[in-house]
């Protein structure tokens, strides 16, 4: 692998469910064993290999020498007088061979080579693409399976409110109107529910796709969203830019360029046809050696304009390899402010929040037992609870996929070994 994730700890997935769709009897997926899985089988990568069988190819044809060409000619044949019929005919056998003046097959093999560079180079840049698409489908199936579990604690605790609720109904302690209340609430967490189901069944669909799979044969996912990897400052990361895929393909390129220079001005010279044969004179039935050579008068350079545009190609790489360099950065620097702030907002949710919003919640379902706080109340304390967590459910999916997103741009782990 040209580079691992460490996004997540491979232990037991943050607060899921027993009961997530799964293959039946299949053992939970890590994300190494997800990234394995895919460097193996993942169907864009099976067919992004048959570019360097094709660049091989190129490069097998770009070094054939042309064939030898054999030649016969008949001469002062059918003609009048004393060249009538065959009396004066002259036969001609000769082999020629075109011989390269100017190094166009050296040049040329060298375009090929590095054209074969730079297929292995986007191959790299591929597998990187790759494996963090499978790594981001990996994060949203233990996100779906986390959200699954927040709502079905939502519902039942729905249910326990309508139960509640009921009692106090048959106990003439309030009207059937917030028990109707209570039900509508409870309805309408049962569709967050199944629908919170659907996306955790699409998504695992999703990345069975990228597993070469096209059904999950997988487990539920093995996953803490909840624990935060630790990630380089910004400085530091931004320093690395320079060795990512990106920026690395502009070097061989800039050679492969350099090459085409090259092929360019070797067209300049052309190259010279040689021959050689006998020659057979009928009427004195001797024969004799001829030999000659061809080649064009360079009075004009006819591949000026291809070796300025090969120039110009070759200057341009330059200017956009810094345009390149620039968006990276900024692109590194928005998702590693993103990656901050859900940070910021998770240990808020999780250390201070949340806490609050349990308490509240327990005081109204105290409170409303015991008549001092109305059903409203506790619906309202109840949903900031169900929002809050889908919040830090959120702000996890969030961090982890912007790390994602930074080991994607450099190509490279962040910790790396």
């Not at 091989?56 to 002062?76: D, F, H, K, T, V």
């Not at 489908?137 to 605790?157: G, K, M, N, S």
């Not at 106090?168 to 529910?193: C, G, H, P, Q, Y």
């Not at 190609?313 to 620097?333: D, G, K, P, Y």
Request: glycine share 4%.
């Amino acid at each position: 692998m040209p580079f691992r994730y460490f996004i997540f700890l491979c232990g037991a997935a943050c607060a899921t469910a027993q009961n997530t769709p799964r293959a039946t009897g299949a053992e939970p997926l890590t994300l190494p064993q997800a990234l394995s899985a895919a460097l193996l089988k993942n169907p864009a990568l099976q067919a992004h290999a048959f570019e360097s069988r094709i660049a091989e190819a190129r490069a097998l044809q770009a070094g054939l020498r042309s064939n030898p060409e054999i030649s016969a000619g008949l001469e002062n044949v059918l003609g009048t007088g004393a060249l009538s019929g065959v009396k004066g005919l002259e036969t001609t056998l000769q082999l020629s061979q075109v011989i390269d003046l100017g190094g166009h097959i050296t040049r040329r093999r060298e375009v090929a080579s590095t054209e074969r560079a730079l297929v292995d180079v986007d191959y790299q840049a591929r597998r990187v693409e790759v494996l963090a698409e499978v790594a981001r489908r990996f994060t949203e199936v233990a996100v779906d399976e986390v959200r699954w579990t927040v709502a079905i604690r939502a519902r039942e605790l729905a249910e326990q409110t309508v139960s509640a609720v009921r009692v106090r109904v048959e106990a003439a302690k309030v009207s059937v109107i917030e028990l109707n209340k209570a039900r509508t609430a409870l309805s309408l967490l049962k569709l967050d529910e199944e629908h919170a189901e659907h996306e955790l069944l699409s998504h695992r669909r999703s990345l069975a796709a990228a597993l070469g799979e096209s059904e999950p044969t997988f487990g539920k996912v093995s996953a803490d969203l909840l624990t935060l990897p630790a990630v380089p400052e910004f400085n530091s990361l931004a320093e690395r830019i320079e060795q990512s895929p990106a920026l690395a393909r502009f070097a061989v390129e800039a050679r492969w360029r350099e090459a085409q220079v090259q092929l360019a001005i070797s067209l300049r010279r052309s190259s010279t046809r040689v021959s050689a044969g006998i020659r057979r004179v009928e009427n004195t039935d001797d024969l004799g050696f001829v030999a000659g050579f061809s080649m064009a008068l360079p009075i004009h350079d006819k591949n000026q304009g291809g070796i300025r545009e090969a120039r110009e190609r070759r200057a341009q790489i330059a200017t956009s390899a810094e345009a390149v360099r620039l968006e990276m950065r900024a692109t590194l620097f928005d998702v590693y402010q993103e990656m901050l702030h859900a940070r910021t907002a998770l240990n808020a949710l999780r250390q201070e929040i949340i806490p609050t919003a349990e308490e509240t919640l327990a005081l109204a379902e105290k409170g409303y037992r015991e008549s001092r706080y109305s059903l409203l109340e506790l619906l309202d304390a109840q949903r900031t609870v169900i929002e809050l967590r889908r919040d830090l459910v959120n702000n996890a999916a969030i961090y982890h996929l912007h790390v994602i997103d930074l080991e994607r741009l450099l190509g490279s782990a962040l910790h790396g070994k």
